[in-house]
């Protein structure tokens, strides 16, 4: 189950997809820390990760990590740029691998606020308020169901706070976001 229980709203003050929408993609830049914990079935604790992103409307995405590990994923539009920890580059076109497109577009199409990408690869389901709401990504089609059981998106307002991600084979992370400085 989620930890987060969310009553329902009462009539009318709920949180309307299509107004969600148009408030996330009012956000041009955005940037922060993140804390990401991976829960994997071999390891009885979870690896911890922390380190910084960036985001630009409307397809522009960096996730660093910090530490020794430092690696890097940049996404503009549809090319994966990763950088490692020895500086080495690796280029990837996102349409040539279904899954990671979609997986790129869960987290991508969210900030941006781009309700048809979404729906073209996942079922939508919102609950709560414009201050506290939980959207949850269900894949449509098999390919993408074979990797991932769902993502979870919490947020308040127009910023995304918490984003988990279950994948088919029971392993899970919970990545958490701090704004950073305005």
């Known amino acids: 189950g989620f930890p987060l229980r969310l009553s329902h ?7 309307d997809l299509t107004q969600l929408m148009r408030k996330l993609a009012e956000v041009r830049t955005a940037d922060g820390r993140f804390i990401e914990r991976k829960y994997i079935s071999i390891l009885s604790e979870p690896l911890v990760m922390k380190g910084s992103v960036q985001y630009q409307s409307p397809d522009y995405v960096r996730k660093e990590y910090d530490g020794p590990e430092r690696q890097s994923y940049e996404i503009r539009g549809d090319h994966l740029v990763v950088e490692l920890a020895d500086g080495r580059k690796r280029e990837i ?22 309700l048809e990408t979404l ?16 959207l949850r990504l269900t894949p449509r089609g098999d390919e993408l169901a074979d990797y991932l059981s769902e993502i979870v998106v919490l947020g308040r307002n127009d910023f995304v706070y918490s984003v988990e991600t279950l994948e088919a084979s029971g392993d899970r992370s919970i990545m958490t976001l701090e704004p950073g400085s305005e």
């Open 93 to 114: 076109s996102i349409d040539d691998h279904p899954a990671l497109r979609a997986f790129v577009e869960s987290y991508r199409g969210t900030l941006a606020g781009d």
């Open 9 to 15: 709203a009462a009539s009318g003050s709920g949180v």
């Open 119 to 134: 729906q073209r690869y996942f079922e939508l389901e919102l609950d709560g308020r414009m201050e506290n709401w939980l």
